[in-house]
């Protein structure tokens, strides 16, 4: 079964300033999609980013960009010009493509920003 | 633009009753996952349905909780009866089945409260 690990309960940034979030998983299939989810306090959960495995170039969407390493299970996701409106719990999700498309979470990190 | 949509949004049912949820999933998702999220951890996933057929529910407390998709359209959870433990936000997700889809698209969850 695969297995998403995020090692940061919580992360502190300045407004302005950039982060990194840290995720690893652990998967024996070669295809696969990586995704960043973002839930804000008594809100919806709603996608940040997404990253198809076989493509080596990593996504970028406005502020949010990720560091895919496929061979280290390693997907990471740094947010420039950190917002008051981007505290949050993050998760970082895999999913698989083949068989029945199992999405499964990592236990999130709670980012706080200050101003 | 489409939505997941769940209903009730806040429940309080007292220990031993039953209780149910609904989830009406994004038109033309055949994939619709249950979760359960507890107060600051990441979504556990409950049952998974391909259509009307259930493809995962490994980790679904099968003595007090169950799940149909009858028409391979909306869902309901049940809990019965409902235990103090079982407090927590209960997530209704849908997606795109494989490699037709991408990422999965979650309602505003169900706040669950057992007294």
């Known amino acids: 079964a695969q297995t998403v690990t995020q090692s940061q309960p919580e992360m502190s940034v300045q407004e302005a300033e950039t982060v990194t979030l840290s995720c690893t998983y652990d998967t024996s299939e070669s295809d696969y999609y990586l995704f960043w989810y973002k839930q804000p306090p008594s809100r919806q959960m709603i996608l940040v980013i997404r990253?198809?495995?076989?493509?080596?170039q990593n996504a970028t969407e406005n502020r949010f960009s990720v560091n895919f390493q496929k061979a280290a299970k390693s997907f990471s996701l740094k947010i420039s010009d950190s917002q008051l409106g981007d505290a949050a719990m993050y998760f970082c999700?895999?999913?698989?493509?083949?068989?029945?498309?199992?999405?499964?979470f990592g236990k999130g990190t709670m980012l706080l920003v200050s101003p | 633009e489409a939505e997941v949509a769940q209903s009730p949004r806040y429940k309080i049912t007292e220990k031993s009753q039953a209780v149910a949820f609904w989830c009406d999933p994004i038109?033309?998702?055949?994939?619709l996952y249950w979760y359960r999220q507890i107060l600051g951890q990441g979504p556990e996933l409950l049952v998974q349905?391909?259509?009307?057929?259930?493809?995962?529910d490994s980790q679904l407390p099968k003595d007090r909780f169950s799940a149909e998709r009858l028409k391979g359209v909306d869902s309901t959870l049940k809990i019965q009866p409902a235990e103090l433990g079982d407090s927590a936000m209960y997530l209704c997700a849908s997606s795109y089945p494989g490699q037709g889809g991408t990422e999965a698209f979650f309602g505003q969850g169900t706040r669950l409260t057992v007294v």
């Open positions: 999700a895999y999913r698989t493509i083949s068989g029945y498309s199992t999405l499964t």
């Open positions: 349905f391909q259509d009307e057929s259930v493809v995962d």
């Open positions: 990253q198809e495995a076989y493509k080596q």
């Open positions: 038109s033309g998702h055949a994939t």
